[in-house]
């Protein structure tokens, strides 16, 4: 073997059996790895660090909408206090109309306060000065929007029978007789109420009002648009409002003739019914032949809570036509035309005062129905618990709490109850308020033998002016 042959061998042996190499290519590798891993953990940090970030500006963007139905309450806690002493003092109702009240309330709130273009100097310095002071974090801005919508579908709740021996029988036997409505009553009773009508029950007159509300808006949607005519061009409006009757009155209280139809609707749609009050009007989605459509059409006209006052001043064209069906579109535009005003023709509006400047309108003004049609249709409404004024009780109030991109939206509905008024005892000889019998003991007559009629001459009391209590949110939704 040649002498080159062995240097090359020797060569490749030591460098076989050099170590030094291999411990190098492995420092290597294992510094690669662990510089992969550094990076996947330092993106994995900042990653997670944002994440807790954005779920702290939700956090606080919650807390600033909750912060502003907080302010929106304490702001109807001041208006309460001034609508009750409004109304407790003549003089101060004729010269501060409480719809005056009402519109500093409606008034929107924002934080932080915008900046005027024209602020000056001083200005932009004294609100920055007052912000820098401030540890509110984010934005909040709060509206008011008064609830116009009247009718309720809870109204349509049956009364319970008062003979509960004769079950079932006895609840048809009542509704049969309500649907009927007649106007017969007994000669003492025409005597002692001057032959006035019964009261027509609650629930009669929510039912009646719901149908020719359901049929004139599919009539004009029908008319409007082809698509929606080709689809609910046979809706029965009647049946529609007896399934939803069917949905909120008590299991077994619904005894109508198309019950075994509506509750094949159900099993067939898969629905459970409630059998209870609608906690939110966006139940009417539940109901089986109520698509989105037809509840998109009707609900704004609706609300699940107690509006109890319709106010005037905030009418609708939809609210108009339910309050005067017979109503004609000239009539219509004088009415808004004299409520909100005409620009072009530089006519200012003029807002109701109350309730009796309203009818003054209706039946004399405008001469929208007569001073007789006009009585009748308000007995039927406060017989559904609704009555006419200028001012609200019911508000729909959203929230909006802003932090960075963080935006949570509160909306609730909050209700100023009216003080129920203390019922009047029957005189002798007088015929007992409705759903009273003769003689029966009350809470403010336990006897039942009720008070003296005024001596002649004298007049009657008047009655109590009407009292706010505190605000309470009845319904609360997050967005």
Do not use: C
Not at 65 to 82: D, H, I, S, W
Not at 396 to 425: C, E, F, H, W
Request: aromatic share 8%.
């Amino acid at each position: 073997m040649s002498t080159s042959k062995k240097t090359t061998q020797n060569f490749l042996q030591k460098t076989l059996r050099n170590e030094q190499g291999i411990a190098l290519l492995l420092v290597m590798g294992v510094i690669s790895i662990l510089t992969f891993i550094l990076a996947e953990f330092t993106f994995e940090t900042k990653l997670n660090k944002i994440k807790i970030y954005n779920q702290q500006d939700k956090i606080q963007a919650r807390l600033n909408a909750e912060a502003g139905l907080n302010f929106a309450l304490a702001k109807m806690r001041l208006y309460q206090e001034g609508r009750n002493k409004i109304e407790k003092d003549e003089n101060l109702k004729s010269a501060f109309p409480s719809s005056d009240l009402e519109a500093i309330l409606t008034e929107p709130f924002v934080y932080p306060p915008p900046v005027p273009q024209k602020a000056n100097i001083i200005q932009r310095t004294a609100l920055d000065e007052f912000l820098k002071k401030t540890i509110f974090n984010g934005e909040v801005s709060i509206t008011f929007n008064k609830v116009s919508g009247f009718l309720n579908p809870n109204g349509l709740r049956l009364k319970p029978a008062t003979n509960q021996g004769n079950g079932l029988g006895q609840i048809k036997e009542e509704q049969d007789e309500a649907q009927t409505k007649t106007d017969e009553i007994t000669n003492d009773q025409q005597q002692s109420q001057g032959d006035k009508k019964p009261n027509t029950p609650a629930y009669v007159v929510i039912e009646k009002k719901l149908v020719e509300t359901l049929q004139r808006l599919i009539k004009d949607k029908n008319d409007n648009d082809e698509d929606f005519h080709a689809r609910y061009a046979n809706v029965d409006s009647n049946y529609l409002v007896q399934e939803l009757k069917y949905y909120v009155n008590d299991r077994g209280s619904y005894q109508g003739s198309d019950l075994q139809e509506i509750e094949a609707k159900f099993s067939q749609k898969n629905v459970t019914p409630k059998f209870g009050p609608l906690s939110s009007i966006d139940e009417l989605y539940n109901l089986p032949s109520w698509d989105d459509a037809l509840v998109d059409l009707v609900k704004d006209r609706m609300s699940v809570h107690e509006v109890s006052v319709i106010a005037v001043n905030e009418l609708t064209l939809e609210d108009l036509k339910i309050l005067f069906p017979a109503i004609n579109n000239i009539q219509i535009e004088e009415f808004f035309k004299y409520r909100d005003g005409d620009v072009d023709k530089k006519i200012k509006g003029k807002k109701f005062k109350n309730a009796e400047d309203f009818k003054r309108v209706i039946t004399g003004e405008l001469n929208i129905v007569t001073e007789s049609e006009y009585n009748e249709r308000m007995n039927s409404l406060k017989s559904a618990g609704l009555v006419i004024d200028t001012s609200g009780k019911l508000y729909k109030v959203t929230s909006r709490g802003t932090m960075n991109n963080a935006v949570v939206n509160l909306i609730a509905y909050v209700d100023l109850p009216i003080k129920p008024q203390p019922k009047k005892p029957t005189p002798p000889g007088g015929a007992p308020p409705a759903g009273e019998t003769p003689g029966q003991a009350t809470d403010e007559d336990p006897t039942g033998a009720g008070s003296a009629a005024p001596p002649p001459g004298q007049k009657e009391d008047k009655p109590q002016p009407s009292e706010l209590l505190r605000p309470r949110v009845v319904e609360i939704r997050w967005e």
